[in-house]
């Protein structure tokens, strides 16, 4: 463990020096000001950052012994300027201080110090306080590593959920693209389409209970479900029940637990030119006409997961070239700006119309999160919408 020892009087390093070095601490840096101090630990003369760059963790510093009155910049400031630098404030500071003030050492606490030793020098005093300081830094480094490892597995495990989302699909008769935009590293909500043959197309959007790593986890396994369903189970109705069927199999230890999901599977069949669909308890689409006009999916249905024998009822609507299938996750409606639940489809409706199928994905987006730019800064629930183009 290395030791910085700081005080104007050089006596009383050389005596604190001498009181580690006798209990097994050899690896002691001193400093003589504050200013002296914040080159040791690479920041400069005034506490700051330098200009090329951050250095390393306070070049490898685990504990500083910091005198509270030393001339220029004393100890309760210069603790308070280590406070404001990510890489040094978790290096513990025990203040030492001849002055019995109990207002200056509060203020030396408030200023980030965790501990202190009066003078002159108790050396059992000192020993112990060192060693309480020393266990709290051990314990702050572990669980800092911990979360670093935690934060890049949770990058890892976005990009693997990014990847197995489908890519933009453009062919003849049909165009199909996503916006997806997770309140967290990881989403609860996907989206999925699949060919089913020349004519027919697969899609869903899904939204599982909750945000973040549990509904994620979830999603993945719905995920991977409705891939094999879409493929092999193809009409709505068998692919919903399929989907509950296996969500069921997601047993939890605490029986109050069990996650759920609404969800919207739609065929698209270009030569029927209708759109078949099941509801499951999920936000409605729409289907933007080519003339404007906005025709609404039923609601209703329920919830894909809680029960194991649901009633799944399929509706259809005629579709033409020149329609724009419109479906969601309930994130989006926030960006309506409507304080009023009832009112936020049609809120949603009417912002959407004018945005057909001549107008592009990127329009549409900006659109979306410009008009609810407020709602962007405080985003709390993942946003998806997908668009399905007749051509």
Not at 136 to 152: A, I, N, P
Request: overall charge negative; some cysteine; charged content about 25%.
């Amino acid at each position: 463990m290395r030791i910085a020892v700081v005080d104007d009087n050089p006596m009383n390093i050389t005596v604190v020096r001498e009181i580690l070095k006798r209990a097994g601490y050899t690896d002691i840096e001193s400093a003589g000001s504050a200013g002296e101090m914040f080159l040791l630990l690479g920041l400069t003369m005034q506490g700051e950052e330098p200009a090329d760059g951050p250095g390393d963790d306070g070049h490898g510093v685990d504990l500083i012994l910091l005198d509270m009155m030393m001339p220029g910049i004393d100890g309760i400031t210069a603790c308070a300027m280590l406070q404001r630098s990510v890489r040094l404030k978790d290096i513990p500071v025990i203040m030492v201080t001849a002055i019995g003030d109990s207002k200056k050492l509060a203020e030396a606490l408030d200023a980030g110090a965790i501990d202190y030793v009066t003078k002159p020098i108790n050396r059992i005093e000192l020993l112990a306080r060192i060693r309480v300081a020393l266990r709290l830094k051990v314990e702050k480094d572990w669980h800092k590593e911990r979360d670093r490892r935690v934060r890049e597995e949770l990058q890892l495990a976005r990009e693997v959920q990014l990847a197995a989302l489908p890519h933009k699909l453009d062919v003849e008769g049909v165009a199909i693209d996503a916006i997806f935009r997770p309140s967290e590293e990881l989403s609860g909500d996907l989206y999925a389409w699949n060919r089913i043959d020349d004519h027919r197309y697969g899609i869903a959007v899904m939204d599982a209970m909750g945000h973040g790593i549990s509904s994620s986890l979830a999603c993945m396994f719905i995920a991977s479900v409705l891939k094999e369903a879409m493929s092999k189970q193809v009409e709505p109705k068998r692919v919903i029940r399929e989907l509950n069927r296996r969500s069921l199999q997601l047993q939890f230890a605490d029986q109050l637990i069990q996650y759920y999901f609404t969800g919207l599977y739609i065929v698209v069949d270009l030569i029927e030119g209708v759109v078949e669909y099941v509801n499951a308890g999920h936000p409605p689409g729409m289907i933007i006409r080519q003339g404007g006009e906005v025709e609404t999916f039923a609601q209703g249905g329920v919830a894909i997961g809680m029960f194991g024998d649901i009633v799944v009822e399929k509706h259809t609507l005629p579709i033409s070239s020149g329609d724009r299938i419109v479906l969601l996750t309930d994130g989006i409606y926030d960006l309506v700006g409507s304080d009023s639940e009832e009112d936020r489809p049609a809120s949603l409706t009417a912002l959407l119309q004018p945005y057909g199928s001549k107008t592009s994905l990127a329009e549409l987006e900006a659109a979306l999160f410009h008009a609810g730019q407020r709602a962007e800064e405080l985003q709390s629930d993942d946003r998806c919408l997908v668009v399905v183009d007749i051509k």
